[in-house]
């Protein structure tokens, strides 16, 4: 079954620091992946995705994330963090096989980044 | 529209009244998703619209939970006889194709 874990509910980082959010994910064909950021009172905004390719993904903000199809990960990754990166991380996938059409996006993560 | 649109951006309604949330998706946007999110969690699927083909309802939680997009554009999410456990944020997105999706600002939604 497609599934997407965000192992880490919350994330603590200090600012400056480099920071990492995890992500792995289950499908039975070929992944797209997305990760999303939400901020207080707002909807969700897109900050990069994988289809093909580089498996080095850079996004919105200064994020990038690394996919790795042998651990099935797609960790967001940004080398030093800011206050104002502080919010709720989603990532999500899309498989190439069986249902295209839904979107599987995991629990979410907090990211903390402390002055 | 340049983003997805959402009204009305916050709702208080009382017990056992019917709502109606709109969605107005990007422009040109063939596929049309609505999710609910309650406070602080993760998303849950609702329903999945995508040009004329029949939508995806696997998501809804309830007989008292429809959608429906006219013209293949605008949607409305209605929700009859709402429960307070009915009380969240409710997100649309659209997307072209197989591309990503774009997430509106939201509905919240409080049942008192």
């Known amino acids: 079954a497609q599934s997407v874990a965000q192992p880490e509910d919350q994330v603590n980082v200090a600012e400056g620091n480099p920071l990492t959010v995890k992500c792995t994910y289950s499908v039975s064909g070929n992944p797209y992946l997305f990760w999303y950021v939400q901020y207080p009172n707002r909807g969700l905004q897109f900050l990069l995705k994988y289809i093909t390719g580089d498996n080095l993904v850079k996004g919105s903000y200064g994020f990038e994330a690394e996919f790795n199809k042998s651990q099935t990960s797609f960790h967001l990754k940004k080398p030093s963090a800011l206050v104002s990166d502080s919010a709720l991380y989603f990532c999500a996938v899309r498989d190439t096989d069986g249902n295209f059409n839904k979107f599987y996006f995991g629990s979410g993560t907090k990211l903390n980044v402390k002055p | 529209g340049a983003g997805v649109s959402q009204s009305p951006s916050n709702k208080v309604t009382e017990k056992g009244k019917d709502v109606e949330l709109r969605c107005d998706p990007i422009?040109?946007?063939?596929?049309l998703y609505w999710y609910r999110q309650s406070l602080g969690q993760g998303l849950e699927f609702l329903i999945y619209?995508?040009?004329?083909?029949?939508?995806?309802k696997s998501g809804l939680p309830s007989d008292r939970f429809s959608a429906e997009r006219t013209g293949g554009s605008v949607s409305t999410l209605t929700i009859q006889r709402t429960q307070q456990e009915d009380s969240a944020v409710y997100l649309c997105?659209?997307?072209?194709?197989?591309?990503?999706?774009?997430f509106g600002e939201g509905s919240w939604l409080t049942v008192v």
């Open positions: 422009s040109g946007h063939t596929a």
């Open positions: 997105a659209s997307s072209l194709g197989s591309s990503t999706i774009y």
């Open positions: 619209f995508q040009g004329n083909s029949a939508p995806d």
